[in-house]
Structure formats: C-alpha cells, structure tokens
C-alpha cells in the first residue's frame, strides 16, 4: 500500500464517529450492517452517519451493497490488514518483539 492511501485510511479513522463505525462494521464481519443499524447503535443522525462512511468508503476502508431496498456496509478487511501490516512491517526491527512493557511494542 503507497503513502498515499496510508494517509487517507489513518484520515479518515481519525474521527470519533468514523472510528467507532468503522469498529462495529469489524464485528459485524462478512454480514456487515444497514445504515439504520449504524444510525441506532452510534446514536447519529442518518445524514451524519451518511457523510462518515462515505468518508470511509472514499478511503477504501468499506464497501457498499445494496440488497433489495437496503443498503449494507462492511468493512474491507484487506484494506485494514494492508494497514495494519504497513504500520507493523518494522516492527522491533525485524526482530523478535520483546517481552511487553513501557519500552517495546509487546507483539
């Protein structure tokens, strides 16, 4: 993954509601989850949740289906996987991580 859609992905996760979407929509896994579901469980207007995930979707981090009159959301667990390798790929320097504690990643 380029900077560039580094830097878009760690954007747009970097909001609380957008944070907090994206988080639930992990859960829900492969199901993913409606709009109306979203709006209940993060408590935001639909208009606010509507202007989040296209945020989220304009960076890759979800996809879109609609099934029937329904839209479902789901997260892009291969776009999050690049993420996380690319903020990992370094880390402890190739090394084996080291025990856990204030000094060292712990992985």
């Known amino acids: 993954m380029d900077e560039t859609k ?8 970097a909001q ?5 979407a994206f988080r639930l929509l992990v859960v829900a896994g492969q199901d993913g989850l409606t709009p109306g579901a979203l709006t209940e ?10 202007f989040h995930l296209k945020e989220l979707c304009n960076a890759g981090l979800l996809s879109q289906e609609r099934i ?6 789901r997260a892009a667990f291969a776009q999050m996987n690049e993420l996380l390798a690319y903020l990992t790929e370094n ?17």
Do not use: F, M
Request: include cysteine; charge should be positive.
């Open 68 to 73: 029937g009159r329904n839209l479902v959301y």
């Open 6 to 13: 580094i830097i878009r992905c760690l954007a747009a996760l």
């Open 16 to 20: 609380p509601h957008r944070l907090r």
């Open 41 to 50: 469980a993060l408590d935001l207007p639909a208009a606010t949740l509507s």
């Open 91 to 107: 880390c402890c320097q190739g090394e084996a991580c080291l025990p856990k504690n204030e000094d060292s990643c712990g992985c």
